[in-house]
């Protein structure tokens, strides 16, 4: 079975300080992952996935396969950051792919 | 305007009384999704659908029902069944593959009394 764990459902910040949201996961075959986010009043959005490398919006996430863990990380937080953020694993199950999110972060960047 | 759309943004339902929440995109996506959405449970995943006449049960199935009939409409129904139907649902959508962007739709909040 696939599953997603936030181990935290709130984390509050100071402008400019370090953030990182945990994600832990289980699956077992070789998972996609992604980071979702929600600001006020918006769609939920892609964020970044984990096969793209890639830093969007100044936020980073490593997939660590021996921790299960694809934590989300940005050395300075800003305050346009404070949003709901979610992890979510695709995979395969009976066939089909099916999309599954953690139970969210909600970041607050405080000025 | 391309995109994923459900409607009604609210709804309000006497108990009892089947009710169904339409998803429509235009985005010619194959892979279809409907999650429910409640505070501190994130989103949690009810029905989706990969290609038309074919869906699969999510995790909390019980008490819904969906239909997959045309490729671009994926109308979910929430029975007198479902215990605790008062939520907020989200419908999204995809191309098919693990690696693929979800798209969501704008959410319907269902308030029953």
């Known amino acids: 079975a696939q599953r997603v764990t936030q181990p935290e459902k709130l984390l509050s910040v100071f402008k400019g300080a370090p953030v990182e949201l945990k994600c832990n996961y289980s699956?077992?075959?070789?998972?996609?992952l992604f980071w979702y986010v929600q600001y006020s009043r918006q769609r939920l959005q892609l964020l970044l996935r984990?096969?793209s490398r890639e830093s969007i919006k100044g936020f980073t996430a490593d997939l660590n396969k021996g921790e299960t863990s694809f934590h989300l990380k940005k050395p300075f937080a800003q305050e346009e950051d404070s949003a709901m953020y979610y992890c979510?694993?695709?995979?395969?199950?009976?066939?089909?792919?099916?999309?599954?999110f953690g139970k969210g972060t909600k970041l607050t960047v405080n000025p | 305007d391309g995109g994923i759309t459900q409607s009604p943004k609210y709804l309000f339902r006497k108990e009892g009384q089947n009710v169904t929440l339409s998803c429509e995109q235009n985005?010619?996506?194959?892979?279809m999704y409907w999650y429910r959405q409640d505070p501190g449970q994130g989103l949690r995943l009810i029905y989706y659908?990969?290609?038309?006449?074919?869906?699969q049960k999510g995790d909390i199935a019980e008490g819904y029902s969906v239909s997959r009939e045309k490729k671009e409409s994926f109308p979910l129904t929430v029975t007198s069944a479902q215990k605790n139907p008062t939520a907020f649902y989200l419908c999204?959508?995809?191309?098919?593959?693990?690696?693929?962007?979800?798209?969501f739709g704008q959410g319907t909040r269902l308030t029953v009394v």
């Open positions: 979510a694993l695709s995979g395969l199950q009976g066939g089909s792919e099916k999309l599954v």
């Open positions: 999204a959508s995809s191309h098919r593959g693990l690696r693929t962007e979800a798209f």
């Open positions: 659908s990969q290609i038309v006449n074919d869906f």
């Open positions: 984990h096969i």
């Open positions: 985005l010619n996506h194959d892979a």
């Open positions: 699956y077992s075959g070789s998972p996609e």
